[in-house]
């Protein structure tokens, strides 16, 4: 299709331009009809972006392809916003859109440019930070600076901006945490066991004090005589 032929020669140029160096859900289709307007929309978005990418004004290109990724997650749209994302500097973004590009990529695409996408994402990690977080258990809801990335096991590394992280790990009752410091191209091994927390014993209930009443006698003795 055009729009894929478009993306191809996006990934080419840019690829050689370049220097050595998340969650959208897809769109569900009700109809026949939807899935034309969508498909409509989203070519009119990338032949926008395409323009304006051609045009240096990178930001408006990345926000129309946003736009038409919202509309149908494809490869073309990957791989076009990726390079959006590397002249804009958003190296964890355009590391992301690379790999789904690598996923999804099309069995007709060729050798050349299939290395020019696996190149850009090689360049594109080494600016950023990549996690391969495991723990000790299925299920566990994972973290990273409070954004969830998914639950274990973790399939795909995680990819962070250089600095520190706080990943956090939990399920049900039982959480653990892990600080990191990572730099540009770092690639490190996070693995974290969560320890069940059994929960404080339920304290055993206060008898209450018996009712002291009076006795009979007490009570006959207090009455005034008649």
Known sequence: PKMRRIAIRLISVVALAMPSQPVFAAVTDTSAQTSDDANTRAHT???????AY?????????????QAWALRQTYDVASALAQ???KLKLYR?????????????APSTSQQTLEAIKQAQTDAKSHVGTLHITTNREGVSITVD???????????????????????????????????DIESGGDL????PLEHVAPPPVPAPVAAP?????????????RPSP
């Open 45 to 51: 978005l990338f032949r926008q972006a395409y323009a």
């Open 54 to 66: 051609n045009a240096h004004s990178y930001e408006e290109s990345r926000q129309l392809l946003l």
């Open 84 to 86: 959006s994302e590397m």
């Open 93 to 105: 973004e355009a590391v992301m859109h690379l790999q789904y590009c690598l996923e999804t990529v």
């Open 146 to 180: 409070g954004q969830p990335v998914g639950m274990s096991p973790l399939t795909t590394p995680v990819y962070v901006d250089p600095g520190q992280h706080e990943i956090e790990f939990k399920q049900g009752v039982d959480s653990a945490n892990s600080s990191i």
């Open 189 to 192: 091994n996070v693995d974290v």
């Open 210 to 222: 018996p009712t002291l009443t009076p006795s009979a006698s007490k009570v006959d003795s207090a």
